[in-house]
Each structure stands twice: as structure tokens, then as C-alpha cells.
């Protein structure tokens, strides 16, 4: 189980519920990071009022950087445990753990804090 923010109608910050997801395994192409930081950004603001629209419920969130907890087959880039960070669709960062496509995340040199990784990846682009 994880945390998340999710979204089940748009709207205002009213909108927006913590609640308890499942986290499967990941599939082939696949990994599962835990987050240590998230970015916020306008993007995510579009999906909660509805200017971008998202199907609902919603976990919102584009930007996040953690740690790599499991890898799918075919997964060669990104070994467990390594530091990790993403800037990128299917939105779902506004958790603790998710699942999501490996092609998607990089790795995060030491040198950078997982805040700044979790800040800079969209913003950076």
C-alpha cells in the first residue's frame, strides 16, 4: 500500500484526497520507485481544474525522484536501490510508491539531493 494524492472530480485544492492505493509489481519495461521528493507544478494545476483533462480517480504529479525499490524484465538501465528521478506522463508522482515506465526515469548522481532532482526535471527541460 502507498499514500497518494488523487483527484476524483476537478476542481479547486477541495479536490484533492488522501487515500490508500495498492502498488502491484512491476511489468516488463517497468519500475518501482519510492519517493523522497516531488515537484509541484502548474501542469498539475491544469489537471486538477480540468484544462487538461484526466480520468478519474487521479493520482496527480508529474515530477518525483526516490529510490529504484524493484525493476520489470528488460529493465537494463536502472538496477534496485539506485537513485532515480522523472519528469514525465502518465501523471501519479503525489505518492509514495508508484509503478511506472523505466524508459521514463534516470538515474540521480549523488551529487544532486533528491529534492533538487524531483524540482529541476520539468522546469530543466
Known sequence: MSLAVQIRQHGGPEELHLVDVTVGEPGPGEIRIRHH???LNFID???RTGLYPLSMPATVGMEGAG???AVG???THLQVGERAAYASQPPGSYC???VMPAKCVCKL???ISF???A???LKGL
Request: charged share 25%.
Open 37 to 39: 521528493a516531488i515537484g
Open 45 to 47: 494545476v491544469y489537471h
Open 67 to 69: 529510490v529504484v525499490e
Open 73 to 75: 524484465e528488460g529493465v
Open 96 to 98: 509514495e510508491v508508484r
Open 109 to 111: 548522481p549523488d551529487a
Open 115 to 117: 529534492e533538487t532532482g
Open 119 to 121: 524540482a529541476m526535471m
